[in-house]
């Protein structure tokens, strides 16, 4: 056996395509579950459970063989070793694996099922009838999303500040009667 092969064989670690989705996307544990929606733009490895819809514009979701979802799926790849109760839409393809168990419609361009595994429900492959249904049933959520731009506050402009410069060698006039620092008015100071 070579070196390579040894250490395949004693390597713990899931399959490298698992490997990378664990490392680059997201995973939700057996012993969580959540109720209500999930949107996400990253890829999802579930292995606990989700009760609402989980909707991934463009990566790929997978369900893996301790993962439940009670509710629909959206993604650009399923692939599906656990539990499914509802429908399953992707833009891509949907990989259906021996342990799966689903209930519900299929809805893909491309579909795979393997030997073995559980579907109660319809395939739909047409390209038109998918993004027909898709659009249907998710509608703006899939729309590209745009960052949030918020208004910014406008600063009150405040007025400089006048600042009086007094010399020693030129009088100050007094913007009310035009005295010099002495107090004598222009012509009196003019006069002497």
């Known amino acids: 056996m070579s070196a390579e092969n040894n250490q395949a064989a004693n ?30 733009e990253e890829d999802l490895l579930i292995e606990g ?29 399923v692939v599906v070793d656990g539990t499914i109760e509802g429908d399953i839409y992707a833009a891509e393809r949907i990989a259906i694996k021996k342990s799966a168990r689903i209930q519900g419609a299929v809805m893909a361009p491309r579909v795979s099922l393997e030997d073995g595994a559980h579907l109660r429900g319809s395939v739909e492959m047409d390209p038109d009838a998918i993004k027909e249904a898709v659009q249907a049933k998710f ?48 012509s009196n100071a003019a006069s002497k």
């Open 49 to 77: 459970k989700i009760t609402g819809m989980v909707v991934l514009k463009s990566n790929q979701l997978a369900v893996g063989s301790q993962g439940r979802i009670v509710g629909t799926a959206f993604a650009n790849v």
């Open 11 to 40: 390597n713990p670690y899931p399959q490298p395509s698992q490997t990378a989705m664990r490392r680059d996307g997201a995973s939700i544990g057996p012993k969580t579950h959540i109720k209500g929606d999930l949107h996400a």
């Open 139 to 186: 509608g703006d959520l899939l729309q590209p999303s745009r960052p949030e731009v918020k208004p910014s506050s406008p600063v009150a402009a405040v007025p400089p500040r006048p600042v009086a410069v007094e010399r020693k060698d030129e009088a100050v006039k007094d913007a009310a009667g035009d005295k010099d620092a002495s107090g004598k008015t222009e």
